[in-house]
Structure formats: C-alpha cells, structure tokens
C-alpha cells in the first residue's frame, strides 16, 4: 500500500510539474525557440545549498543543425568557461574564431559548455544529451586532421554497433 502511494504522489508530481527542470539543454528564450542553451538552472541539480550557484553561459547552438555546420562541444570547468576571463577570452571562443577563418563557407557552431566548479559526475550527466546532438561524420575527421586543434575538445561519436 505504501508502495502504490508512492507511485501515486510521484505521478501527480510529475503531471503538475513540481520541481525544476534540469534538462541539460533549453530554447534560449521564448523569442528564440530555434536556439537552444545550457540549462542556466542545471546547476542547482549539484548546488542545492547556495544562494549563488555558478550558471553556464548563455552559448547558443540552433536547434536543428543545417547541412552546412560544423558543431563542436567542448565540456569542461571553469578554464573551460573561460575563467577568469571574459566569454570572448576562452578558449572555445578562439577556437570558433580560428574555424571561421579557415572555412569562410560554413557555419561554424562551437557550444561553450564549460561550467565554473563542476567535476566529472557533471560532465558524465551532460555527455548523453550532448551526443543527441547531430553531428557530421564528415566534418568530424576533416576538423580532427588539422594540426592547429592541440585543445581538449573532442567531437563525441555514438559508438557504431557491429553484426555479429
């Protein structure tokens, strides 16, 4: 009996949207609902007793990733972020600089997932949502072959399952 209240209360929770809502990522506004962002909330998932808990930039990706993009995620902490300096001094800001200058023709989307005082649980959260993200197999070994790329930022790939 206990059990079944349980469901129960879990389920009318759920139907009436109690809580947050730590999904990774969100439209960036509800001007923009063809961007989505981090979460600026996520965090809380991880910071539950502070009154200032550390939130993502607001780095904007488009919902649906046009055949002519080049999407790369770069996860991390605050050296990731870009601390201590401003969003335009990280080094996902320089790599997307560098990627426009050597492919004028495409959209280059670099996703500054960096996240000031996180760990690798919160890294290992994110990854799923991340790989969901589409990506080109194309683009992918055509941007791992230059050697200008010496950051930590890795292009993730769903494992490809064999036949047996």
């Given at each position: 009996?206990?059990?079944?209240?349980?469901?129960?209360?879990e389920?009318?929770?759920?139907?009436?949207?109690?809580?947050?809502?730590?999904?990774?990522?969100?439209?960036?506004?509800?001007?923009?609902?063809?961007?989505?962002?981090?979460?600026?909330?996520?965090?809380?998932?991880?910071?539950?007793?502070?009154?200032?808990?550390?939130?993502?930039?607001?780095?904007?990706?488009?919902?649906?990733?046009?055949?002519?993009?080049?999407?790369?995620?770069?996860?991390?902490?605050?050296?990731?972020?870009?601390?201590?300096?401003?969003?335009?001094?990280?080094?996902?800001?320089?790599?997307?600089?560098?990627?426009?200058?050597?492919?004028?023709?495409?959209?280059?989307?670099?996703?500054?997932?960096?996240?000031?005082?996180?760990?690798?649980?919160?890294?290992?959260?994110?990854?799923?949502?991340?790989?969901?993200?589409?990506?080109?197999?194309?683009h992918?070994?055509?941007?791992?072959?230059?050697?200008?790329?010496?950051?930590?930022?890795?292009?993730?790939?769903?494992k490809?399952?064999?036949?047996?």
């Open positions: 009996m206990l059990f079944r209240s349980i469901i129960i209360l389920f009318s929770l759920r139907l009436f949207g109690y809580g947050e809502n730590y999904k990774t990522f969100k439209p960036l506004s509800k001007a923009f609902q063809n961007r989505l962002a981090l979460n600026p909330k996520l965090t809380l998932k991880y910071f539950t007793n502070l009154n200032n808990y550390p939130t993502p930039l607001p780095d904007s990706f488009l919902k649906e990733k046009t055949k002519n993009t080049y999407r790369i995620f770069v996860l991390g902490g605050s050296s990731a972020e870009g601390w201590p300096y401003v969003s335009t001094g990280s080094f996902p800001a320089f790599l997307k600089r560098r990627l426009e200058l050597l492919y004028p023709e495409k959209n280059i989307e670099v996703i500054n997932c960096g996240i000031s005082a996180i760990n690798t649980y919160t890294i290992r959260d994110i990854v799923p949502d991340v790989i969901k993200q589409k990506r080109s197999e194309e992918t070994s055509e941007l791992q072959s230059h050697s200008f790329i010496s950051y930590a930022v890795f292009c993730l790939k769903k490809k399952r064999k036949n047996k």
